[in-house]
């Protein structure tokens, strides 16, 4: 991938830290538990804008515990997101639960 120019900002990790309040990455992050039926979470949203690299997603079949590294922290990880997660307005607006 290209280098991003500009200031890298991490707005979540893969256990729950929230780097950053911007509606987007932290809505993003909310919308794959969502979209893929509350099967796996993208996470450890980092970047340069909404230009972002290096995510670890969470699964909850243990069968893909491997596919996804040693970051992945299965449903452990899932409900660290959801302790420190503050829905936003775009999570509203996308009708998020």
Do not use: M
């Amino acid at each position: 991938e290209p280098l991003l120019e500009g200031e890298y900002v991490k707005h979540n990790d893969n256990y729950g830290e929230i780097g950053t309040e911007e509606a987007v990455p932290q809505a993003f992050s909310h919308f794959t538990w969502d979209a893929s039926d509350k099967r796996i979470l993208i996470c450890d949203i980092q970047g340069v804008g909404n230009y972002w690299t290096d995510p670890q997603i969470h699964s909850v079949d243990p069968s893909q515990e491997d596919i996804f590294g040693k970051g992945n922290f299965g449903l452990d990880g899932v409900k660290q997101f959801f302790h420190t997660h503050r829905c936003n307005s775009l999570c509203l607006e996308l009708g998020l639960s």
